[in-house]
């Protein structure tokens, strides 16, 4: 009988820690922030932050686009333009601040100085992901290449 009261109340601690740990896992989860998708060679903005996803054809020349201050580009390691990307971009502090996905090879977005962090990888082409650091200008436009450089020009069609 002992050693039956003693397998309950092992099963019983077990039951109790693997609740705990669920409740802690959920405590220190930090929420995830929801990717937007960007329409193709349109301004948007989401969550309080103006951006544009473009890079394809005549388009990438539009004047406008020197507005931003940071453009971010995505291209394999013979520096052919790669599209289809998801970023996420983080503050100082680690905290995410945009969190987008792009069709054409350039994320633009207009950031206030300051320091971040971007996080990319690929959506439909298998690549490890890539990140930098990154200070956004107080004028001008800064130009960041995210090169995935496991990713040969005939894994993935370069875009246009």
Known sequence: ???IERMRIALRTLEVL???????????????????????DRETEVGGIEVACTGIG??????????YS???EFSNARSEYLSDAEVTVSDARGRP???????????LMKLP?????IEARLL?????????SFKAPARGQMRLVLQ?????SDAAPPAN
């Open 148 to 152: 995935f450089k496991d990713v040969d």
């Open 58 to 67: 005549q388009t990438r020349n539009d004047p406008k686009w020197l507005d």
């Open 1 to 3: 009988m002992a050693k």
């Open 18 to 40: 693997a609740a705990l740990s669920v409740t802690c896992a959920a405590a220190f989860a930090q929420p995830s922030t929801p990717v937007a998708r960007l329409p193709l």
């Open 124 to 132: 439909d082409v298998p690549a490890a992901p890539r990140s930098a």
């Open 113 to 117: 100085k300051a320091g971040y962090r």
């Open 97 to 107: 601040i945009l969190a987008a996905a792009c069709d054409g090879p350039w994320i």
């Open 70 to 72: 940071v453009r971010v």
